[in-house]
């Protein structure tokens, strides 16, 4: 049924606007360009209910050391090898609790953390 012209259909985006809407909020960040040997990560956010249902201040949630990676820098140069990250733009990785440093770029919180500290990636 039309509204004044506008279709019911096209107040509800479709797939595809949904995916480019969510790949332009990704590479948002992208105009921050980690140097040789850092990533720039954004952290998952912390839970707020522990299993139980309990609700969790901010004061008591602990944010976890994990997030997907938004940038990654290109490879560190040592004179006897070079450090190359083992993961990719898009992974969710596991980084070392107090490693990193935060940064908020344009309202959105990120981490840049070194190749050395990201511990793991999720599958």
Do not use: C
């Not at 990704?26 to 040789?36: E, I, T």
């Not at 954004?42 to 050391?65: H, I, N, Q, Y």
């Amino acid at each position: 049924m039309d509204v004044e012209g506008v279709s019911a259909a096209a107040s509800f985006p479709s797939f595809s606007e949904k995916y480019i809407f969510k790949e332009v909020m990704m590479n948002k960040s992208s105009n921050v360009k980690p140097l040789a040997g850092y990533a720039l990560v954004k952290p998952m956010e912390a839970e707020t209910r522990t299993a139980s249902g309990l609700v969790l201040p901010d004061t008591v949630s602990e944010r976890p050391a994990q997030g997907k990676v938004v940038a990654v820098g290109p490879a560190k140069k040592h004179p006897e090898h070079e450090e190359k990250a083992e993961f990719k733009v898009g992974d969710t990785v596991i980084y070392k609790k107090w490693g990193g440093d935060e940064i908020k770029f344009e309202g959105e919180e990120l981490k840049l953390v070194k190749f050395e500290d990201v511990m793991a990636i999720v599958e």
